[in-house]
């Protein structure tokens, strides 16, 4: 969430500098501008809204307002509107797409400073034979192997080192589980 509310921000500042630019010299707003924004926006809400309904299962409200940001995602993306749960399968489906084949942030962990694209050195001795671009793995293993991820009981997971917060809910009933990484 805290990726995705970034985002959000960063979207929103470039927005509010297009429209600037545009107000110094008119015609140069480009249109997707306003809809990069829109949806970073609406992704982080209904990505955090989930995860707060996932949490308290009273909480009818989160649920519904969760439903609306996917529909309102579904309509930026030309699609019509569908029932709540079926909107927030697809909110995470979405989620998880883009995690995968988004844009890469400007601190991407896999290197490539924002722009998809690594550098791949063979060495011999120590000394650089070759090198040519790569795509960037965004910092996630190929092949993650499922027994490095750990849970326990507090909702705290570990996985390469590093300790993440859980839902409360074991891997196999936890619905963000597959966008974790």
Same mark, same amino acid.
């Given at each position: 969430?805290? =990726? *995705?509310? /970034? ?6 500042? *470039? ?6 630019? +545009? ?18 926006? /609406? !992704?982080?809400?209904?990505?955090? *809204? +989930? ?7 009273? +909480? ?12 309102? !995602?579904?309509?930026?993306?030309? #699609?019509?509107?569908?029932?709540? @749960?079926?909107?927030?399968?697809? !909110?995470?489906? =979405?989620?998880? @797409?883009? /995690? ?9 962990? %896999?290197?490539? %400073?924002?722009?998809? #694209?690594?550098? =791949?050195?063979?060495?011999?001795? %120590?000394? #650089? ?5 790569? @795509? ?12 490095? $991820?750990?849970?326990?009981?507090? %909702? ?10 859980? *839902? ?9 589980? $597959?966008?974790?990484?």
């Amino acid at each position: 969430v805290g =990726t *995705l509310m /970034l985002d959000s921000a960063t979207e929103y500042h *470039l927005w509010q500098q297009a429209i600037a630019a +545009d107000r110094r010299t008119p015609g140069i707003v480009a249109p997707d501008r306003l809809r990069q924004h829109e949806y970073s926006y /609406l !992704l982080a809400r209904g990505v955090a *809204l +989930d995860v707060v309904a996932l949490q308290s299962q009273g +909480d009818i409200h989160s649920a519904a307002q969760c439903a609306r940001a996917a529909n309102e !995602l579904r309509r930026l993306d030309g #699609i019509g509107a569908v029932p709540q @749960e079926t909107a927030r399968t697809w !909110l995470r489906a =979405t989620y998880h @797409e883009r /995690l995968l084949r988004g844009p890469h942030a400007w601190d991407c962990p %896999g290197g490539c %400073g924002g722009d998809g #694209i690594v550098m =791949t050195y063979d060495y011999e001795d %120590g000394v #650089i034979v070759h090198q040519e671009p790569d @795509e960037c793995d965004r910092g996630f293993r190929a092949d993650p192997d499922p027994d490095e $991820s750990v849970r326990d009981g507090a %909702g705290q997971g570990v996985h390469d080192g590093q300790h993440h917060v859980g *839902l409360g809910v074991s891997g196999a009933d936890d619905p963000w589980a $597959s966008t974790r990484r």
